[in-house]
T-cell receptor, first 109, second 117 residues
Framework: SQELEQSPQSLIVQEGKNLTINCTSS?????LYWYKQKYGEGLIFLMMLQKGGEEKSHEKITAKLDEKKQQSSLHITASQPSHAGIYLCGAHGGNQFYFGTGTSLTVIP | GAVVSQHPSWVICKSGTSVKIECRSL??????MFWYRQFPKQSLMLMAT?????????EQGVEKDKFLINHASLTLSTLTVTSAHPEDSSFYIC?????????????FGPGTRLLVL
């Protein structure tokens, strides 16, 4: 089975600071998804990366899939309290879908 | 964007009763749907993968006789929690895979909160 390890597990940053969350896979990634969630609410799909070296941005969030396609990073620029939540990476492995271990982000105003 | 709905959004039931949760893709056909559960302050856990017209594939540790999944059409999957007990209280989320035009995107439902008394 595929394993997705996220780091850090939790993150507390001051508003306005930049931060990076990593997602490392035990196997080659064929498509990597990033989501954001607040407990009790549905997942919000952020972006999908499919090609090694691909980089996508949405507002102040940028995600990249590395060339070897076993790691992805999510970078938030000038964080805001609205960015707080749990960030999950996800990927298909065979006919199953796996989530990362999650990163809890707290942004202090 | 595509929308996935869940019904009900929350349910309270007595221990020993069965509860059915519906997951619908509203504007696309989904041959594959996923069911997850989440406990407070924990990550989502994939319970099973539901494929239209075939038996669901359950993750290790998930009792298939307790969590019955039916994917009878391309827009509807149901999860039935049979003989629910308080430990089944959780937040259940479904998602549907839209594979149109060769691009796969996963859309999540808003979740169903189950409380078993």
């Amino acid at each position: 089975s595929q394993e997705l390890e996220q780091s850090p597990q939790s993150l507390i940053v001051q508003e306005g600071k930049n931060l990076t969350i990593n997602c490392t896979s035990s196997k080659t990634l064929y498509g990597l998804y990033w989501y954001k969630q607040k407990y009790g609410e549905g997942l919000i799909f952020l972006m999908m990366l499919q090609k090694g070296g691909e980089e996508k941005s949405h507002e102040k969030i940028t995600a990249k899939l590395d060339e070897k396609k076993q790691q992805s990073s999510l970078h938030i620029t000038a964080s805001q309290p609205s960015h707080a939540g749990i960030y999950l990476c996800g990927a298909h492995g065979g006919n199953q879908f796996y989530f990362g271990t999650g990163t809890s982000l707290t942004v202090i105003p | 964007g595509a929308v996935v709905s869940q019904h009900p959004s929350w349910v309270i039931c007595k221990s020993g009763t069965s509860v059915k949760i519906e997951c619908r893709s509203l504007d696309f056909q989904a041959t594959t749907m996923f069911w997850y559960r989440q406990f407070p302050k924990q990550s989502l856990m994939l319970m099973a993968t539901s494929n239209e017209g075939s038996k669901a594939t359950y993750e290790q540790g998930v009792e298939k006789d307790k969590f019955l999944i039916n994917h009878a059409s391309l827009t509807l999957s149901t999860l039935t929690v049979t003989s629910a007990h308080p430990e089944d209280s959780s937040f259940y989320i479904c998602s549907a895979l839209d594979a149109a035009l060769g691009m796969e995107t996963q859309y999540f439902g808003p979740g169903t909160r189950l409380l078993v008394l």
